[in-house]
Nanobody, 124 residues
């Protein structure tokens, strides 16, 4: 599945952004677990949030719990990441990804397809 992320930009600390990831190429995200990941300069790519294909089960890294919300709209073939109360340490390139894995469905290694990233910069 081909993925395209959008919605990144420059925002002040405390602000909000909503990232979108749309699938194309004739595939539906309905069969995929979907995730958002981020990679800051000099750091490894890590999971931010993930949502299971059952549309109910979600996962968040501790540092974003209560601030970020992942959601999906299978009819629109899109997954979202609503980011509130942004902090400078949230600055990174954000990637969306899709997984067909049963286990490790919310990990970097468990992802099958990756989109190009979108840069989020949070100024202090």
């Amino acid at each position: 599945v081909q993925l395209q992320a959008s919605g990144g930009g420059l925002v002040q600390a405390g602000g909000s952004l909503r990232l979108s990831c749309t699938a194309s190429g004739g595939r539906t995200i309905r069969s995929y677990n979907m995730g958002w990941f981020r990679q800051a300069p000099g750091k490894e790519r890590d999971v931010v949030a993930a949502i299971h294909k059952n549309t109910i089960t979600t996962y968040y890294v501790d540092s974003v719990k209560g601030r970020f919300t992942i959601s999906r709209d299978n009819a629109k073939n899109t997954v979202y990441l609503q980011m509130n109360s942004l902090k400078p340490e949230d600055t990174a390139v954000y990637y969306c990804a899709a997984s067909t894995q049963v286990s490790h469905w919310n990990t970097v290694d468990g992802m099958n397809s990756w989109g190009k990233g979108t840069l989020v910069t949070v100024s202090s």
